[in-house]
């Protein structure tokens, strides 16, 4: 009973919210549809005596159908440009990860884990082999601040990089339309959710054999992508049209997991807030967003203004610890200047898995 009163809220939140984003123009500012979901969720929660409580069961469907219908939108990029893409994405983000590790020695004091790599694309159970339990309560606490933090400034961090961007390629810039969420009523939907419960209930109660960095999400992009490219390989107009039902579902999915996460992580107890590690946050998002717009502009001339804007956000999100905020920024942009896929189908795969295994085996290494 109490997923399908959640579920009704949300869709309610965010039905309002795209009322607002088009009413007054907000999607030519960035402003998303989850964006103002989430400032919605806060008001809503303001005239109950506690805080508004969700299944995180339901977070973990929303999140699994969004990454099935990613899969299956990876199955005609599959080519030498695409690995290409992907290998050099895990090369990057090795190299920013022993960059932090190293720039963390050159501070001194007890903060100086606020700038390595312990909340690059923050993974609880990667964190957890190294450091302690006392000490991962408080890694937590921070890098539900970071992600408000980034989440609350993306719009003016897409705002600047348009600015800079501009200046490359303005020819290549593109008017996405306004976004409206459409909630399809087909055999597709039914069918998405019910493998994406069937997925989470199998590992809620431990039906799967545990392997690291393999959850019930991944699982679900992956079975994604092995169902579109059977589609793809038996009829491209079949696989088109499913494709494009498992996308308006997993869209909805996508904001209505950004809003849950947002709102669990402004309810979090703040008893650990401290304004001298704040500033330190701050700090470093502003270097990171410098850096990631400049590299971009020095590394990538050659892509259009949007996959350049997609892969600014993206970089500055992930090694900021928000793999949920990476995606709303992604796709905030796709919504705002068109498809990029060869960027935004690439990040998914790094951010869920690959590069956690590179993140525990160089922090690992440089403990020892």
């Avoid at 892969?311 to 992930?318: E, I, K, P, Q, S």
Wanted: proline share 4%; with cysteine; aromatic share 14%.
């Amino acid at each position: 009973m109490l997923i399908v009163v959640s579920i009704i809220l949300l869709i309610l939140v965010m039905k309002l919210s795209e009322s607002i984003v088009i009413k007054y123009g907000l999607q030519n500012y960035f402003v998303s549809i989850p964006f103002i979901g989430s400032v919605l969720m806060f008001i809503i929660s303001a005239f109950f005596n506690d805080p508004l409580t969700f299944p995180l069961e339901l977070e973990r469907i929303m999140v699994t159908a969004f990454l099935f219908s990613i899969g299956m939108q990876m199955a005609p990029v599959l080519n030498r440009k695409y690995i290409s893409r992907l290998v050099a994405l895990i090369i990057i983000c090795a190299l920013l990860i022993t960059l932090l590790n190293v720039l963390s020695y050159l501070f001194s004091g007890t903060d100086t884990w606020v700038f390595s790599s312990i909340m690059f694309a923050f993974n609880i159970e990667l964190v957890s082999t190294f450091v302690s339990e006392d000490d991962l309560t408080r890694v937590s606490y921070w890098c539900s601040i970071q992600m408000l933090l980034v989440f609350f400034i993306t719009p003016i961090f897409l705002l600047l990089s348009r600015q800079f961007y501009s200046k490359d390629n303005l020819q290549d810039r593109y008017i996405g339309k306004k976004e409206k969420l459409h909630i399809p009523f087909t055999k597709e939907s039914a069918y998405l959710l019910a493998i994406t419960a069937m997925i989470v209930a199998a590992f809620k109660y431990d039906l799967f054999p545990h392997i690291p960095f393999v959850y019930d999400f991944v699982l679900g992009m992956f079975i994604g992508l092995c169902n579109g490219l059977l589609l793809l390989k038996k009829d491209m107009h079949l696989y088109k049209k499913k494709t494009e039902q498992y996308q308006k579902l997993g869209t909805i999915s996508l904001y209505g997991f950004i809003i849950l996460n947002i709102y669990r992580s402004v309810m979090i107890d703040h008893t650990m807030f401290s304004l001298s590690i704040l500033y330190l946050i701050v700090i470093k998002t502003v270097i990171i967003a410098i850096l990631s717009i400049l590299i971009v502009h020095l590394c990538f001339k050659k892509w259009t203004f949007a996959e350049k804007m997609v892969a600014a956000v993206a970089g500055w999100t992930f090694m900021l610890n928000a793999p949920v905020v990476c995606m709303h920024g992604m796709r905030t942009v796709v919504n705002r200047y068109g498809p990029s896929p060869y960027v935004l189908l690439v990040v998914p795969p790094v951010i869920l898995w690959l590069v956690n295994y590179v993140h525990l085996w160089l922090n690992l290494n440089l403990l020892q």
